[in-house]
């Protein structure tokens, strides 16, 4: 089975909130306000994958589209393969 190895940044120089951005998008955040907590859901939480490292994730491959979609939207450098996937890259993404 093939999976899609997506690697992304920002440009240097990229403002803070650009960050802030781009990692609440992907991967949500946990917030708080008025003694009420909540999670708001950030595009992975939908999406079955592996994080290898900070800017570098494995998708199944019918999820790269939306996955690239958002980072180049959001003004990152993305980097695309297709890669074969390990038996634990399969159990990750299998969910």
Do not use: F
């Amino acid at each position: 089975m093939d999976g899609a190895l997506v690697a992304y940044r920002l440009p240097s120089g990229s403002p803070n909130a650009a960050y802030g951005q781009l990692v609440k998008k992907l991967y949500g955040q946990e917030t708080s306000a008025h003694g009420y907590r909540y999670r708001r859901k950030g595009l992975l939480d939908d999406v079955p994958h592996r994080r290898l490292i900070r800017g570098v994730l494995i998708l199944r491959r019918e999820d790269r589209t939306r996955v690239v979609r958002l980072l180049r939207d959001l003004g990152a450098e993305v980097h695309l393969r297709i890669v074969t996937l390990t038996a634990e890259d399969r159990r990750a993404l299998n969910r």
